[in-house]
């Protein structure tokens, strides 16, 4: 049902404006949510027309991508708006780099596949992460050695509190480990394009070690179709298919601890995985410290952790947020208790 004449405000009459949505295929973890109010969003020009409404009634909104890093309670109150912004174009070219304006809400894995098609190499380590190319800055999403920070030019985003779109630097988007300006100030930012730099002097990153052991027997470099080739491969045997298993992929971020802290640890758990940070601090890897903890397979109702990888928590059925969170602090304080080291969730709960 359209709601423009129901809602009470007064919503800009081109705007598509629902009423109930059912998300529980907008959500990786198969949850049954539903958005008090939605609004397809497929072009920039609509953000800042619904956003003048949502903020002069102070109504709650969120955005939401492929919802592949959410946990969503049953019921969204206000507005939620979904991003289909879609597009890809190469704006300009040189000796150095190619840059590629992206809209939001063009599925990232399909980019990927593009930008390689076009023999355009650098994401390749970064294919099969599910969800939007204008999520991705969100969490600067990392895999196989890659930071999506690592190659993008700037980000064109509807800034809520100057009521205005702005272009941002990678510098002005603070990135970090799975961190952003985005989502420390989730009720700021509305991305709306991605504008990526992809270098012409390609160089494979096998750095990590999945990668150094797939191409150990290979004499030569391998492409960067065979990078994504051996990525997807990976990945498909890691983690479980979201329309099989629903699921956000790593629940927690690996804890980062200082060189004392490591110290100190080793000498109680010599087994322990750690990775060096250029900073002179140490991660740990956080499926290890739950697997130590025995939760592996484990099951709490209808929510559980993945068997073949305690990073990822599961929905096997009908499970809900709230179950989900219960079963996340239930091993966060038996970490904390054995390890004295603190998980941090990261997906968003909205
Ligand atoms: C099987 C699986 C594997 C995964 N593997 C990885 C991995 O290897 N590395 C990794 O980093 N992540 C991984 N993820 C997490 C997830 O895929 C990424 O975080 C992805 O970028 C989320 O995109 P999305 O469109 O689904 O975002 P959503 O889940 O819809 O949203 C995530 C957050 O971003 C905000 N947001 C979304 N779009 C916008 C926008 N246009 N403007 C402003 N805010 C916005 C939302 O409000 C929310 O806070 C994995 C998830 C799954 C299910």
Known sequence: MNSNQTTGLNWDASLPILRDTQLRERNSL?????????????GAEQIPLLMSTVLSACIPWRVLGGGSNVVLPAHLPGITLLMEIG?????????TATQIRVGAGVNWHAFVTWSLMHGLPGLENLALIPGTTGAAPIQNIGAYGVEVSDLIQSITAF?????????????????????????RQPQRY????????????????????????????????????????????IRQNKLPDPKVIGNVGSFFKNPSVSQIQLTQLLNAFPKMITYPQSNGSHKLAAGWLIDQCGFKGVQRGAVGVYEKQALVLVNLGKGAATELLALASEIQAAVQDRFGVLLEIEPVRM
Request: charged content about 15%.
């Open 159 to 183: 800034d809520c509190t100057a009521q205005a779109f702005v272009e941002m630097t990678p510098d002005a988007c603070q990135f970090a480990y799975r961190d952003s300006i985005f989502k």
């Open 190 to 233: 509305i991305i709306s394009a991605v504008t990526f730099s992809l270098p012409k002097n390609w160089v494979p990153q096998l750095q990590y070690a999945d990668l150094t052991n797939f191409f150990s027997s290979q004499k030569n470099l391998p492409s960067p179709t065979a990078i994504f080739d051996a990525v997807c491969t």
């Open 87 to 95: 597009g890809q174009a190469i704006i300009s070219t040189d000796q």
């Open 30 to 42: 198969g949850f049954a949510a539903t958005a008090e109010l939605s609004c397809v969003i497929r």
